[in-house]
C-alpha cells in the first residue's frame, strides 16, 4: 500500500534510518515535499502510518506531535533535531551548512521553540487542516 506514492520501506536490524511523519497532515506532507524538492536529501521521509507498527508502536503519541528520526524502532532524533539531520543528508553543501548551524546550541534551542510553535498550530497553516490539528495530551 502507499500514502502520497511513497511506499513503506521494509524494517531490518540495519535498515537505514527514516524520517516519519503525520501522512494524515496536509501541513506536514506540504512541508516534507518542499524541503524534499530543495534539499533532496539522501534519507527517505515516509508517513509513520506506513511504518511497520513494531517500529511506531511505542512512540504514537510523539509522532502525533512531531517528525521522528527512526532506525527500526528507535528514536534518533524529534522535531527540529530530526528536521536538521534531515535536511543534513542533502549533497548540497549549503544544506548540510544550514543544517549543521541549527545544531549548535542557541540555535538549537530556538528552533526547539519554534517548531513546537509550529507544532501546535500545523492546522491553522498554509495546507494544514482541521485534521492537522495535534490532539491533547493524553488522547
Same mark, same amino acid.
Given at each position: 500500500? #502507499? =500514502? =502520497?506514492?511513497?511506499?513503506?520501506? !521494509? &524494517?531490518? !536490524?540495519?535498515?537505514?534510518a527514516v524520517l516519519a /511523519?503525520?501522512?494524515? @497532515?496536509?501541513? @506536514?506532507?506540504?512541508?516534507?515535499?518542499r524541503i524534499r524538492?530543495?534539499?533532496?536529501? #539522501?534519507? $527517505? +521521509? *515516509? !508517513?509513520?502510518?506506513?511504518?511497520?507498527? $513494531?517500529? #511506531? +508502536?511505542? =512512540?504514537? $503519541?510523539r509522532l502525533d506531535r512531531e517528525v521522528l528520526l527512526l532506525r527500526g524502532g528507535t528514536v534518533l532524533a524529534g522535531g527540529s533535531d530530526a528536521l536538521a539531520r534531515y535536511v543534513g543528508t542533502s549533497p548540497s553543501r549549503t544544506y548540510r551548512m544550514l543544517a549543521a548551524v541549527i545544531r549548535l546550541p542557541g540555535i538549537r534551542a530556538c528552533?526547539? *521553540? *519554534? /517548531?513546537?510553535?509550529? &507544532?501546535?498550530?500545523? =492546522?491553522r497553516l498554509p495546507g494544514g487542516t482541521p485534521a492537522c490539528a495535534v490532539p491533547p495530551r493524553g488522547t
Open positions: 500500500m #502507499t =500514502h =502520497h506514492g511513497v511506499k513503506p520501506p !521494509p &524494517s531490518t !536490524p540495519r535498515s537505514p /511523519y503525520d501522512g494524515d @497532515c496536509g501541513f @506536514c506532507q506540504t512541508s516534507v515535499d524538492a530543495l534539499t533532496a536529501p #539522501t534519507l $527517505e +521521509a *515516509v !508517513p509513520w502510518q506506513f511504518l511497520p507498527a $513494531e517500529s #511506531t +508502536a511505542l =512512540h504514537l $503519541e528552533a526547539r *521553540v *519554534v /517548531y513546537r510553535w509550529v &507544532s501546535r498550530n500545523r =492546522h
